[in-house]
């Protein structure tokens, strides 16, 4: 059987090359190849959506994934949320301002979601369109409201 | 002690005169110091840390929920390339000692199973290998031999004569069965008018945080040190139990404080990961990860909540005045007992909930079966009476005919009656259970919901509401641990909090605390608002650290809505003694008195003369660097620490009539919800849901609303998906989230949520904790308005989680 | 959780694919891994070998042609919700997409995957029975049509022979005048199905249905006689086989099922209307 195959891949805007089990999961490969912490594990199966990863800008469940399948596409993870001054996003901003995180496990899958929904549909404040942007992510420290309200806040700016 | 010796104030080094002058930083929504390295990815949770040459474990899980192991053959999984060492009953018999527990003897739990499993996914065999991939390949390759036992899962087949034993040293599965009486039961019984009598039924489900249980051990052969990284809740209160079953002086471990993605319980006492890490790491002379997948942590977590048959009557006046209760409770606890009884105890600080009650009778019995046992879960226990309270309450609101708000308004206890003195003899320390309950009615806009519902029914649409209270118990004593036995082996009456406090060269403050307690609730913005308060001084100035066992303080952690209350005494306790030097300090330098002196703007000033001050940078330099400026008593330096244990318990009576005060500042809530039910489908709709809590006073009301809201919502999952599903085998049917069932964002409803504050006479700043209010309401508020939906079917909801299926019967049967 | 080792192969052409699957046992096709992957995770399945298609040429095109839809196999859930076409002639199919899973999972799970696991509650394969889809396989042998009223054989079950490969899904046009809708119980917002209705009403008085959950393979219904009397639904249900499973019992489907079959007729038909008015 072999061993590992070459993969190349951008997360983050940066480009990787790594030797890579075919069976190595994208989460484990941005996680313990890559040093990138901020994507979480949580149930490993697909059903909590915790260790969702932006792939060309679609998030994704990178638990289901493997990291080979990943090749020559883009992925972005919580990490590049930030800005290269280390400065929070608005979005970010907009998370801890209406206390959307407790423990912190489920956020930065919350926040990828979220990227993606703002950006989708630009100005949508209506809070079952965004529950239902974060319907296949769990959290259970919350209870969801503030951080739909988060959500609804940044939506709302001009 | 009686009501009457009980201290006007607890003993708060603090300077009441702030508490006087009006809040600065308490009380305010600040956001969270520790939001930023959360929201940047950078939380350093336990599978997050790398040590180097760490191995990592998985564990082989037994398919049995009964069975002898007969042989286990390893040798495939050794010869497996990457595999470090393989792990079996037989090195933990030969190098490790039982695991600590709470119940009595002999209900015995190793770390590893030696020579019987006791319930489906116990552990059989664990392998150490260069990474998790490898270790899981050869736990396949590992073949156990099982010869099965027959299997007792029903507690109540399980007291019966004949029954299969979990524990045949104990000789019984009936770990304990007591009766207390309080007050004259039966006399209440035969005088009242009246009496409801149900039997209720709440399974078992699990606080099943994101990030389950894990550990990190590393043994340094040199020093004789193991040190365990760990994501339990809790390490200085117990560590030294670890080291027991370890085998080596409780000096020579050293647990290091993970933050954890959540706890809500499971990660309370979280004995067994940890021993479970530096066990592995003494064995494979490397370091050695272990971290729970999903499925060990839904059938292996030592962590179920509550499992809970009640047969209960409640007996009263034609007017509605509650005289007794006579409560009888099996409580099926699984395969071990950790925590002994402690979850009965919790429920017996508030079983009379917030109504005049006098008398009270309670039957227990622990019964143990084979599953995986019951641990800490959101309420530890009091959620579950609160729920079976309230349903005798609807019930006998029913059997009046009298409206369910007001049966409640009639029994609540006044404000003049506190501190109230309950049947058991815990106390509650304050409260004004009437604001709050027109406030919620307020808040609800309860009326125009009646009308909606009123109206809606008249159109054949199935619209309920259900109203319901409930006490919020915080700050737990050990107590309740032990005063099931009349002659316990082992007696705590020690629940401390510490923190050290110091304010270094530069003027900035840096806090130590002393428990792991960083789970999603927020002891560093409790910590820093605390210290901003005293100091006057922003809170993101201020860092907070852990210490590690070995350099820690007495603590207990979070656990029992502790935490606020029991940080802030200790801060307040810290920083009152640091306050006290910069005041002697700062007098000798400005040449006033420290009366004249107050706290301002990061420094201290002269009343009056703000222009007359010294900053804490310039006490700070001074204090380390400048000996022969200060007071000649005054040492340098400018830290102290401080343990502040709980400030008002005290011990049971000998003959355990009177408890004694285990669990005395005591929150308030009520929750009103309205729900629309499909009759044909089952499905529910939500309209409305409020809530009004009374923790006294709030240190940051968003991240309170926070804690209520992930309250009720968990609660919502109890009352309504989760349960722990078995087959006859005892296996666990729903061990993944395919079928153990958590509410996502479109499940629950939006929360209208308002505050009362009534400080505690008791507790630093009056806070009382509320971090499990939410779910003490939840299950009882969606029976009543399923309940109330469904009137036309005259349907009683007396068992949890209340299923689409259910309702359908309901619905179907007329 | 991690799966067990398997040979990975990322062929570029059907050819290829084709070749790698004829290996036969223990090889197995990955399309989205929305299922598969999860198996591989439970251990439950251990591919010696996994052949991606993700990469494969010409299997994801989504078109009208002729008045059909061909529906590529790779061709992701999520499209069916996006695709203009696809909402405006073809309705059904992304009122069943609509309830596959979440937006994470239907960006990578795909039309053909869905049909080839035949999950029992897979919403795709009762929209393709009611559409009366062709589900067009190919194998080293060459390629062949299944209707999908034939496809299915039981839970997780087809008519794919070893070494066979959905390509493409054909949908014909619906009837004409017709409305669609798609009703389903699940525990949770977009849990498993635990009944589900999928219907097609012509105002030209045909009515098709197809259930999930109460038999063996999605279960077709001609609900006609139903669109003029609501009461004959009883009888057309009369033969439905659902059984019990660790979430809801065999009785809950039987009382859930005409009431779901009825809620998803009307909605159809009612959408018909509205369609005839514009």
């Excluded at chain 2, 550990?215 to 994501?231: F, L, M, Q, R, S």
């Excluded at chain 3, 798609?182 to 030209?204: M, N, P």
Aim: hydrophobic share 40%; aromatic share 8%.
């Amino acid at each position: 059987m072999t061993a590992t195959l070459p993969l190349r891949v951008e997360v983050n805007g940066r480009s990787y090359e790594h030797d890579v089990e075919p069976r190595r999961t994208l989460a484990d490969f941005l996680r313990e190849d890559l040093g990138l912490k901020g994507t979480h594990v949580s149930c490993e199966h697909g059903f909590c959506g915790n260790c969702n990863v932006l792939l060309d800008g679609e998030a994704v469940r990178s638990c289901l994934m493997f990291a080979i399948q990943a090749q020559g596409r883009s992925v972005e993870t919580v990490e590049s949320l930030t800005s290269p001054g280390g400065e929070l996003s608005e979005l970010q901003q907009a998370f801890t301002e209406h206390h959307a995180l407790q423990c912190g496990f489920c956020t930065p899958a919350m926040l990828l979601t979220a990227k993606e929904f703002l950006r989708d549909n630009a100005g949508e404040t209506d809070e079952r369109a965004i529950r239902e942007a974060i319907s296949g992510v769990i959290c259970r420290c919350t209870g969801y409201q503030q951080i739909v309200e988060a959500i609804q806040s940044v939506a709302a700016r001009p | 002690m009686t009501i009457e010796q009980l201290p006007a104030a607890a003993r708060i080094a603090s300077d009441t005169a702030l508490k006087e002058a009006g809040r600065r930083w308490l009380g305010k929504s600040v956001n969270r110091v520790e939001d930023p390295r959360f929201l940047r990815g950078e939380g350093r949770y336990i599978d997050d840390i790398s040590l180097p040459g760490m191995a990592h474990a998985a564990i082989v899980r037994s398919p049995h929920a009964h069975a002898r192991i007969v042989r286990i053959d390893t040798s495939k999984a050794e010869a497996l390339p990457g595999v470090v060492k393989v792990v079996t009953g037989a090195d933990v018999k030969a190098h490790a000692a039982p695991l600590p527990s709470f119940g009595a003897g002999p209900i015995i739990q190793d770390l590893i199973a030696i020579e019987k499993v006791r319930h489906y996914g116990e552990a059989v065999a664990a392998v150490i290998a260069e990474d998790r991939y490898v270790a899981e390949d050869a736990c396949d390759l590992i073949e156990v031999e099982y010869e099965p036992l027959p299997v007792v899962l029903d507690p109540f087949e399980a007291q019966a004569e004949g029954a299969p034993l979990v524990h045949e040293l104990l000789g019984t599965n009936v770990a304990y069965e007591r009766t207390f009486t309080f007050g004259e039961v039966d006399e209440a019984f035969a005088e009242a008018s009246r009496k409801v009598q149900a039997k209720l039924r709440w399974p078992r489900s699990t606080g099943m945080p994101m990030d389950t249980n894990g550990a990190i051990g590393e043994y340094d052969p040199g020093t004789g040190v193991v040190t365990i990284y760990a994501n339990s809740m809790n390490f200085t209160y117990f560590h030294w139990l670890i080291a027991a079953s370890l085998k080596i002086p409780a000096s020579k471990l050293k647990v290091i404080p993970v933050a954890a993605g959540g706890s809500f319980g499971s990660k309370f006492f979280m004995h067994k990961v940890p021993t479970f890490a530096g066990f592995l790491a003494m064995l494979a002379g490397r370091p050695v990860k272990y971290v729970e997948d999903r499925i060990t942590h839904i059938v292996n977590n030592d962590h179920c909540g509550s499992d809970r048959w009640y047969d209960a009557e409640l007996a009263f006046e034609e007017d509605g005045t509650f005289r007794a209760l006579r409560i009888d409770c099996v409580d099926d606890y699984g395969a071990y007992l950790q925590f002994g009884t402690g979850t009965h105890g919790n429920g017996l600080s508030q079983i009379v909930g917030p109504y005049q009650m006098k008398h009270v009778q309670y039957s227990l019995h622990a019964v143990l079966t084979n599953k995986n046992q019951q641990g800490a879960y959101r309420g530890f226990g009091a959620e579950v009476s609160n729920w079976m309270l309230e349903r005798l309450v609807d019930m006998a609101a029913r059997d009046l005919g009298m409206d369910r708000v007001e049966i409640r308004r009639r029994n609540l206890i006044t404000p003049d009656q506190f501190p109230y003195r309950t049947p058991t003899g815990n106390i509650y320390d304050s409260g004004n259970y009437q604001g709050v309950l027109e406030k919620v009615l307020e808040v609800a806009d309860y009326e125009h919901w009646v009308a909606e519902r009123d109206k809606a029914r008249a159109e054949g649409r199935h619209v309920g509401i259900g109203v319901a209270a409930s006490n919020e118990r915080s700050v737990f004593s050990s107590t309740e641990f032990w005063f099931w036995f009349d002659k316990p082996e082992f007696t705590p009456t020690a629940s401390p909090e510490s923190a050290s406090l110091q304010i270094d060269p530069t003027g900035q403050i840096v806090v130590t605390l002393h428990s792991q307690c960083l789970w999603g609730n927020s002891p560093e913005t409790v910590v820093s608002q605390v210290v901003a308060e005293e100091f006057d001084v922003d809170p993101s100035s201020v860092v907070v650290t852990y210490a590690d066992s070995q350099h820690a303080l007495p603590g207990t952690g979070p656990g029992g809505s502790r935490f606020t209350v029991m940080v802030s005494g200790a801060v307040a306790g810290a920083a009152g003694e640091v306050k006290e030097k910069i005041k002697r300090i700062a007098s000798h330098k400005l040449e006033v008195s420290g009366d004249d002196l107050e706290f301002r703007d990061g420094g201290v000033s002269v009343i009056g003369s703000p222009e007359r001050k010294l900053s804490l940078a310039e006490i700070g330099l001074a204090a380390y660097m400048f000996r022969l400026d200060l007071p000649a008593d005054v040492d340098s330096g400018l830290a102290a620490q401080s343990t502040y244990d709980h400030p008002l318990t005290t011990v049971p009576s000998d003959d355990r009539s009177d408890l004694g005060i285990f669990y005395p500042f005591v929150g308030h809530a009520w929750h009103i919800g309205v729900v629309e039910v499909d009759v044909e489908t089952g499905k529910l709709s939500f309209l409305h849901y409020a809530a009004v809590h009374d923790a006294g006073t709030i240190v940051n009301p968003k991240t309170l609303d926070g804690q209520i809201i992930g309250g009720t919502i968990q609660g919502l999952g109890t009352a309504l998906y989760e349960e722990y599903l078995y087959d006859d085998k005892g296996r666990v049917r729903n061990e993944n989230f395919e079928y153990y069932h958590l509410p996502s964002a479109m499940d629950v409803p939006t929360m209208t949520i308002a505050h009362q504050e009534t400080p505690s006479p008791y507790t630093p700043y009056g806070i009382k904790g509320a971090g499990e209010g939410g779910r003490m309401l939840t299950p009882a508020v969606l029976s009543a308005a399923i309940e109330d939906a469904l009137e036309p079917y005259g349907v009683r909801v007396t068992s949890l989680p209340i299923t689409a299926e259910q309702i359908v019967e309901w619905a179907s049967s007329r | 959780m991690k799966p067990p080792r398997f040979e990975y192969h990322a062929p570029t052409t059907v050819e290829e694919a084709l070749e790698l699957l004829a290996e036969g046992n223990g090889t197995y096709a990955l399309a989205g891994g929305q299922s598969l992957v999860q198996l591989m995770k439970f251990r439950h399945v251990k591919p010696s070998a996994l052949v991606d298609l993700n990469g494969v040429s010409g299997l994801d095109v989504l078109e009208e042609r002729e008045g059909e839809l061909h529906v590529g196999a790779l061709v992701r859930q999520q499209r069916l919700l996006e695709d203009e076409l696809v909402g405006a002639s073809w309705p059904l199919l992304r009122e069943a997409a609509r309830f596959v899973g979440y937006k994470e999972t239907r960006r990578r799970g795909t039309v053909g995957g869905s049909l080839a696991f035949a999950a029992p509650w897979a919403e795709l394969t009762a929209a393709a029975v009611a559409l009366d889809a062709a589900i067009d396989a190919r194998s080293l042998n060459g390629e062949r049509t299944i209707p999908a009223r034939s496809f299915f054989r039981g839970p997780n079950t087809t008519a794919l022979e070893p070494g066979e490969l959905i390509v493409r899904v054909r949908f014909p046009a619906p009837p004409a005048r017709s409305g669609a809708a798609f009703h389903e119980v699940s525990a949770r917002y977009r849990d498993y199905c635990q009944v589900a209705a999928a219907a097609l009403v012509s105002l030209d008085g045909s009515a098709e249905l197809v259930l999930l959950r109460v038999a063996e393979t999605p279960y077709r219904v001609d609900a006609s006689s139903a669109l003029e009397d609501e009461g004959a639904l009883e009888d057309l249900l009369a033969s439905i086989e659902p059984a019990d499973d660790i979430e809801v019992s065999a009785l809950y489907r039987r009382r859930v099922t005409p009431v779901l079959a009825r809620r998803a007729l009307r909605e159809a038909a009612e959408r018909a209307r509205q369609k005839e008015k514009t």
